[in-house]
């Protein structure tokens, strides 16, 4: 099974047909899809120009799709190396627990649904490293009451979610399914109450 770099070798090689060169953009995403496959993919053309259903695209707007997923996954993987630098200073010494990031993280190791969009059509308009970039500042400071992303303050509870975790705040304005760590109780108990109205 070919990784992320050989995918990306294949989308940028003007020798390949321009099929597989969509193909390859398409399985790049089952390596790296922040925002979950088909919101990620919808997300990449929306921001390059062409359909999703385009099975013959401009080939330099595949690049554009690959070199925005590219700086997206630099973003993540830096994050990736910190956190585990932190957890082996913080074994050695002595905390073995892990804490509330560290569980958001277990579900999103490797980066697929960093911040998982459940409507695919719902998603961030900014290049994704922009939209990782303020997730991983969030999960960096104390929590706040807002989206960190858009920093909207509309959060809805979503039940039945597409990913783990199966319920969680969901942001009304940019989609995506905010950490739990990065929200004060109160902004939790909030998002919460709205699941009793949609179900009243």
């Not at 070919?2 to 790049?28: I, M, P, T």
Request: charged share 30%; glycine share 8%.
């Amino acid at each position: 099974m070919a990784g992320f770099r050989s995918l990306a070798r294949q989308v940028r090689d003007s020798r390949n047909d321009l099929a597989l060169r969509r193909y390859s953009l398409r399985k790049c995403l089952e390596r790296f899809a922040p925002y979950g496959h088909r919101a990620t993919w919808d997300h990449l053309c929306s921001r390059a120009g062409f359909a999703p259903e385009d099975r013959s695209p401009d080939p330099r707007r595949l690049l554009f799709a690959l070199d925005e997923l590219e700086a997206a996954r630099a973003v993540w993987l830096a994050y990736e190396d910190d956190f585990a630098e932190r957890r082996r200073r913080e074994k050695h010494e002595g905390l073995r627990s892990p804490g509330s990031i560290d569980d958001w993280h277990r579900l999103t190791w490797g980066g697929f649904g960093v911040a998982w969009c459940d409507d695919p059509e719902l998603h961030p308009g900014e290049p994704l490293a922009v939209v990782l970039g303020r997730l991983i500042d969030a999960l960096e400071r104390s929590p706040g009451t807002a989206c960190p992303v858009c920093a909207g303050r509309e959060l809805g509870w979503k039940n039945d979610l597409a990913h783990e975790p199966s319920s969680a705040p969901v942001c009304t304005d940019c989609g995506i399914v905010v950490p739990r760590p990065v929200l004060t109780e109160a902004a939790l108990d909030r998002a919460w109450r709205t699941r009793e109205l949609v179900t009243a």
